[in-house]
Each structure stands twice: as C-alpha cells, then as structure tokens.
C-alpha cells in the first residue's frame, strides 16, 4: 500500500491547471507548479513520476470541468431552440471575458501543441463528445417535437464546433459583443435547420 499524500490532491491539481494553461505544457516547468502550488519538487515526483503524468492528471480534470461547464448552461431549460443556443453561445462568451490574459481554452490549446500524443486525443475526444451530447439533450428538450437523434447529433456538433471557433477569435481579441453576435446567428440558424429536419 502507498504512503497518503502529504499535500491536497484537488489544490495541486488546480495549480497545475493555471501553470499550464498560462505556458502551455512545454514552456511550464515543474518548479513553476512547485512554486505556485507550495508542493515541493520531490513530492511531485513521488506522487505523479513525471512532468507528463502531472500534466494528464491535470488535463482529465481541467476537461471533466469543460464538459460540466457545458452541462451547467442547460440545468435551467429555455423556451425555444434559438433560446437554448444563445445561451450556451453566451456562456462561452462569459466564460472567454472570466480570463482577461485571452488564455483561450486549456483543451484547445493542447489540442493545438500535443494533438497528436494519443492520450491528450483520446481524452479530448471523449470531452468534445460529452459536450456534443449535453447540447444535443438540450435541442432535443427545447424542440417542439421529436426530433431525429441523427439530427439532434449533427446539430450539436456543429453548435459545440462553433463554440470552439469562439474561444479561439475571442484569445485573438475580437470584440465579445461581436462574438455574441455570431452566437447569436447560429443560433437562428440552427433553429431553422432543425425545425426543417
């Protein structure tokens, strides 16, 4: 049996996250993690063997959080499919303007700098699905009828696809009320697509 760990868990985790997100993984340093989560260098290595091991328990976190974040938008339903969208566009456009340093998204990030390691894949892969999957329940709630679950599905990615497309314009600077405007767009558009289905 393993020794308990001498440190919280959850906090170092969470320090992590800020580590990494702000350099990226490559840039981040463990004596970064260690200074801005008080655990020392030696206890990391001890707990999680690598700089990588770290990074993937900080990872899996950080996107269990996205997918809950996502689910979060549609706890309380709206009257209308159109609704239901802007308000997921919304959120994501609220929760860009939380990070004034345009830090973008942790998961499209690394997307970006390790997509091709087949873990951060796999991991970002069940996460987008796990968003598609909450928004298409959400469609499917607000619809005026029963709708295709082949459709339902198609829409959601498209929606949870454009998301993404919002976080990146809005880490290279555009306009949050510009940004609400394209949400807002989509969401017309997606209403019309799916009423027609």
Avoid at 52 to 75: I, Q
Avoid at 93 to 105: E, F, I, K
């Amino acid at each position: 049996m393993g020794r308990a760990r001498a440190f919280d868990e959850a906090a170092l985790l969470d320090a992590a996250i800020e580590v990494f997100w702000v350099h990226g993984y490559r840039a981040a340093s463990l004596a970064e993690v260690s200074a801005a989560s008080g655990v020392a260098n030696g206890s990391l290595y001890q707990a999680f063997g690598s700089k990588r091991e770290l990074f993937l328990a900080a990872y899996r976190r950080y996107c269990t959080r996205r997918a809950a974040v996502v689910e979060s938008v549609f706890v309380v339903p709206r009257p209308g499919l159109e609704e239901t969208v802007a308000a997921y566009f919304d959120a994501i456009v609220d929760d860009c303007l939380s990070h004034p340093d345009r830090r973008g998204c942790l998961m499209l990030n690394t997307v970006s700098e390790l997509g091709t390691d087949p873990e951060i894949a796999a991991i970002s892969t069940r996460t987008v699905d796990a968003m598609e999957a909450a928004v298409a329940r959400a469609l499917g709630t607000a619809a005026p009828r029963p709708l295709d679950p082949a459709e339902l599905a198609l829409s959601a990615a498209e929606i949870v696809a454009l998301s993404q497309a919002l976080i990146q314009l809005s880490r290279m600077g555009r306009d949050p009320e510009a940004l609400r405007s394209l949400g807002h767009r989509a969401a017309v558009s997606a209403e019309q697509v799916l009423r027609a289905a």
